[in-house]
C-alpha cells in the first residue's frame, strides 16, 4: 500500500528541506521530492527521524533493573513513545548476574513478539565500574569483571545487548578486547580513570563515554581525567543529560563548542512522565523532588526529561540550533551505535518512522508508518 505525507520543514539528518511529498511504501521512504501541498495529503510542519534514546531506565511506571520483564520493556516503549521517542534502548544497571540475564532474556523475547518496535536491544550499565564513580548504583553489585563472567554475558546477549557501560580502568586489554570483538560497543562510564587511562582505552577501539560529567573523573588543569580525554578526543562520541541537574546548562553548552558533531543527547530517564514520586529497589531508592530524582545519600537516581525535553532544552537554553539539536537525538546517537544505516535519517529506503514536533518544541509525536 502507497500513502503520501507532506511536510513543510524536513530534517533529514543531514540538511533541511523545505515543502517535501515524501511517498511510503510497506513501512519504508521511497521517494523525497519537492512539491506543493495538497489538502487531501496529510501534512505536519517539522518532520524529523524518529528520536533514538540510548538511554533509558523506567517507564511511567516500571524500573527496568527491579523489573526486568517483558511489560517493564513495553512500558518503557509505550511511554516514550507517547513523548515522541521513536527508538530506545531500555538500560539495566549493576545488579547479580542472574538479574542482567533475565534482563537480556525480557529482551529477546520482546523483540521476537513485536520485532516492529522501537525496542532496539539493551544497554547494560555496569556491573563493572569504579565503585568510586558508582553514583546511585548500589556498592554490594559492583565489581570487578571475571573472563568466566564476560564470556556468560557476551554468549548470553549477542543480538541483544547493543551497549554496555563499563569503567575501563577496572579491566585488562584483554578483557576489555574481549567486550570489543564481540561486536557490543562499549562505553567508558562510572570511571575514575586518569586521562593515560582514559586515552589508553580510547586508542584500543572505546569510542563512547556514557552520560558526560556525570559519574566520572573531572577534568582538572593538572588531572585532565576522563572528562578531560573525552574532551581532546576528536572521535569519542559523548551524550550529555541536559536537564539543568545533571549538568549545568553552562556545561552543556562548553561541550557543545568542543565535542561538536560527536555530542549527542540521552534522557537516562529514572521515570518518564514524573507519577512515580518514589520508589524502591532493595537497598536502591529514589525521591521526586523539585523535578530531580535523588537517593538516601543524595546522590542523583537518575532524570526526569523525555528525549524531546532534552531537544528542546539544547535549542532554547544552550542555543543549538535546531538543526543540530534534531541531529543530536536521531542520527548523531546511531552513528555513535553503529547504526546509522538503520535509522536515524530520513532518506530513500529507511524506515518510515518519524517524530513531528510544533515550532515552539511544546510537543513531540511518533507518527509511524
Given at each position: 500500500?502507497?500513502?503520501k505525507l507532506f511536510a513543510r520543514k524536513v530534517y533529514t539528518g543531514k540538511e533541511v528541506l523545505e515543502d517535501?511529498?515524501?511517498?511510503?511504501?510497506?513501512?519504508?521512504?521511497?521517494?523525497?521530492?519537492?512539491?506543493?501541498?495538497?489538502?487531501?495529503?496529510?501534512?505536519?510542519?517539522?518532520?524529523?527521524?524518529?528520536?533514538?534514546?540510548?538511554?533509558?531506565?523506567?517507564?511511567?511506571?516500571?524500573?527496568?533493573?527491579?523489573?526486568?520483564?517483558?511489560?517493564?520493556?513495553?512500558?518503557?516503549?509505550?511511554?516514550?513513545?507517547?513523548?515522541?521517542?521513536?527508538?530506545?534502548?531500555?538500560?539495566?544497571?549493576?545488579?547479580?548476574?542472574?538479574?542482567?540475564?533475565?534482563?537480556?532474556?525480557?529482551?529477546?523475547?520482546?523483540?521476537?513478539?513485536?520485532?516492529?518496535?522501537?525496542?532496539?536491544?539493551?544497554?547494560?550499565?555496569?556491573?563493572?565500574?569504579?565503585?568510586?564513580?558508582?553514583?546511585a548504583h548500589l556498592t554490594e553489585y559492583v565489581r570487578k569483571p571475571t573472563n568466566a563472567e564476560l564470556e556468560?554475558?557476551?554468549?548470553?546477549?549477542?543480538?541483544?545487548?547493543?551497549?554496555?557501560?563499563?569503567?575501563?580502568?577496572?579491566?585488562?586489554?584483554?578483557?576489555?578486547?574481549?567486550?570489543?570483538?564481540?561486536?557490543?560497543?562499549?562505553?567508558?562510564?562510572?570511571?575514575?580513570?586518569?586521562?593515560?587511562?582514559?586515552?589508553?582505552?580510547?586508542?584500543?577501539?572505546?569510542?563512547?563515554?556514557?552520560?558526560?560529567?556525570?559519574?566520572?573523573?573531572?577534568?582538572?588543569?593538572?588531572?585532565?581525567?576522563?572528562?578531560?580525554?573525552?574532551?581532546?578526543?576528536?572521535?569519542?562520541?559523548?551524550?550529555?543529560?541536559?536537564?539543568?541537574?545533571?549538568?549545568?546548562?553552562?556545561?552543556?553548552?562548553?561541550?557543545?563548542?568542543?565535542?561538536?558533531?560527536?555530542?549527542?543527547?540521552?534522557?537516562?530517564?529514572?521515570?518518564?512522565?514524573?507519577?512515580m514520586t518514589e520508589f524502591k529497589w532493595g537497598e536502591f531508592d529514589a525521591y521526586l523532588k523539585d523535578g530531580?530524582?535523588?537517593?538516601?545519600?543524595?546522590?542523583?537516581?537518575?532524570?526526569?526529561?523525555?528525549?524531546?525535553?532534552?531537544?528542546?532544552?539544547?535549542?532554547?537554553?544552550?542555543?543549538?540550533?535546531?538543526?543540530?539539536?534534531?541531529?543530536?537525538?536521531?542520527?548523531?546517537?546511531?552513528?555513535?551505535?553503529?547504526?546509522?544505516?538503520?535509522?536515524?535519517?530520513?532518506?530513500?529506503?529507511?524506515?518510515?518512522?518519524?517524530?513531528?514536533?510544533?515550532?515552539?518544541?511544546?510537543?513531540?509525536?511518533?507518527?509511524?508508518?
Amino acid at each position: 500500500m502507497q500513502e503520501k505525507l507532506f511536510a513543510r520543514k524536513v530534517y533529514t539528518g543531514k540538511e533541511v528541506l523545505e515543502d517535501q511529498l515524501i511517498t511510503i511504501e510497506n513501512g519504508k521512504i521511497t521517494t523525497i521530492e519537492n512539491s506543493y501541498y495538497f489538502p487531501e495529503i496529510k501534512s505536519v510542519n517539522n518532520l524529523a527521524a524518529g528520536l533514538f534514546d540510548s538511554h533509558i531506565n523506567g517507564g511511567e511506571k516500571f524500573y527496568f533493573t527491579q523489573k526486568a520483564d517483558e511489560e517493564t520493556i513495553d512500558d518503557i516503549y509505550q511511554a516514550s513513545f507517547q513523548t515522541g521517542t521513536a527508538y530506545v534502548l531500555p538500560t539495566l544497571i549493576t545488579s547479580p548476574q542472574e538479574n542482567i540475564l533475565k534482563g537480556i532474556e525480557a529482551i529477546k523475547n520482546y523483540q521476537e513478539k513485536y520485532p516492529d518496535s522501537g525496542v532496539l536491544g539493551m544497554h547494560l550499565e555496569g556491573p563493572f565500574l569504579n565503585p568510586i564513580k558508582r553514583g546511585a548504583h548500589l556498592t554490594e553489585y559492583v565489581r570487578k569483571p571475571t573472563n568466566a563472567e564476560l564470556e556468560e554475558i557476551i554468549r548470553y546477549g549477542k543480538g541483544i545487548i547493543s551497549l554496555i557501560t563499563i569503567a575501563p580502568e577496572m579491566f585488562t586489554a584483554d578483557q576489555i578486547q574481549m567486550l570489543l570483538e564481540s561486536g557490543i560497543t562499549v562505553s567508558a562510564g562510572h570511571s575514575n580513570a586518569t586521562y593515560e587511562e582514559a586515552t589508553k582505552a580510547f586508542s584500543q577501539g572505546i569510542h563512547l563515554v556514557t552520560h558526560l560529567y556525570n559519574a566520572m573523573s573531572a577534568f582538572g588543569h593538572r588531572q585532565p581525567g576522563l572528562v578531560g580525554a573525552t574532551f581532546d578526543t576528536q572521535f569519542v562520541y559523548a551524550p550529555i543529560i541536559i536537564d539543568g541537574v545533571h549538568c549545568d546548562f553552562a556545561s552543556a553548552r562548553i561541550a557543545y563548542k568542543i565535542k561538536k558533531d560527536k555530542l549527542f543527547l540521552i534522557s537516562d530517564a529514572l521515570f518518564l512522565g514524573e507519577k512515580m514520586t518514589e520508589f524502591k529497589w532493595g537497598e536502591f531508592d529514589a525521591y521526586l523532588k523539585d523535578g530531580r530524582y535523588t537517593n538516601s545519600d543524595g546522590n542523583l537516581a537518575g532524570a526526569t526529561i523525555s528525549l524531546g525535553d532534552a531537544v528542546r532544552n539544547a535549542v532554547q537554553i544552550i542555543d543549538i540550533p535546531l538543526q543540530e539539536a534534531i541531529e543530536m537525538a536521531t542520527i548523531r546517537p546511531a552513528k555513535a551505535l553503529g547504526i546509522s544505516d538503520k535509522i536515524g535519517q530520513i532518506a530513500v529506503g529507511f524506515p518510515a518512522v518519524f517524530t513531528t514536533f510544533d515550532d515552539d518544541l511544546g510537543t513531540f509525536q511518533v507518527l509511524k508508518y
